[in-house]
């Protein structure tokens, strides 16, 4: 079935280096990859997305790459900052439909 | 704009009660999905609604259904209530006009957080 996995559950890094975060979706058709950031009590925040014919997108300290060939996909938070300190979740979608998540990485930056 | 707007914010019920939540989208959302989020894991999809009816729908039972109203406006209900049913709920809209760039992204509200005793 359709399945998304993410690595690592959880991950720690000083602050001002980097966090990368990866995941591996099933379903060939995806074509639409968003990664959210979710905060104690809050509900999920879209930070960026990237749709399947592109293959990197960046947005300041934020980057996103796709390889659809291994159907792999990852998150690059650069310079990071204790406010950065959350869980994020990668999802996979067709189109406007639903969307498959993963189980989440929790990020803390040390001070 | 005030965004996706969810009630009520926390909800205690017992077991075998049925409960009902509610869902405003973001101002020009024609679309709304609903998930479910046990403690500790990703959202799970539940159903999404568009134009009234239930357009998609993930592995849920029949103990799980919605409705969306002319105003976008949707309500997710349980009955018989389990245990296991505790969790963050999750509304989600989004642009359902095919072929819009925009219509992938969807943005969540805040959650309703359900305890089951």
């Known amino acids: 079935g359709e399945n998304v996995e993410q690595h690592p559950s959880t991950l720690s890094v000083q602050e001002g280096d980097s966090a990368v975060i990866k995941c591996t979706y099933s379903d060939s058709a995806s074509n639409y990859f968003p990664w959210y950031k979710q905060e104690l009590g809050k509900g999920p925040q879209l930070i960026i997305d990237i749709r399947s014919n592109v293959g990197e997108k960046k947005d300041q300290r934020i980057a996103v790459t796709l390889n659809k060939t291994a159907k792999h996909f990852s998150l690059h938070i650069t310079e990071t900052q204790p406010e950065d300190s959350a869980v994020y979740f990668c999802?996979?979608?067709?189109?406007?439909?639903?969307?498959?998540f993963g189980t989440g990485t929790r990020l803390k930056v040390l001070a | 704009d005030a965004g996706v707007t969810q009630s009520p914010t926390h909800l205690i019920k017992t077991r075998g009660q049925q409960v009902t939540l509610r869902c405003s989208p973001k101002s020009g959302h024609d679309t709304v999905s609903w998930y479910q989020q046990a403690l500790g894991q990703g959202p799970q999809f539940i159903f999404q609604?568009?134009?009234?009816?239930?357009?998609q729908r993930g592995n849920f039972p029949d103990r799980f259904s919605g409705h969306q109203f002319p105003n976008y406006s949707s309500e997710l209900n349980v009955n018989a209530l389990l245990l296991g049913d505790s969790a963050l709920y999750l509304c989600?809209?989004?642009?359902?006009?095919?072929?819009?760039?925009?219509?992938?992204?969807?943005?969540f509200g805040p959650g309703t957080r359900l305890t089951v005793l």
């Open positions: 989600a809209s989004s642009s359902g006009t095919s072929g819009s760039v925009a219509s992938n992204e969807q943005f």
């Open positions: 999802a996979a979608s067709r189109g406007t439909y639903k969307y498959i």
């Open positions: 609604y568009y134009e009234e009816e239930e357009r």
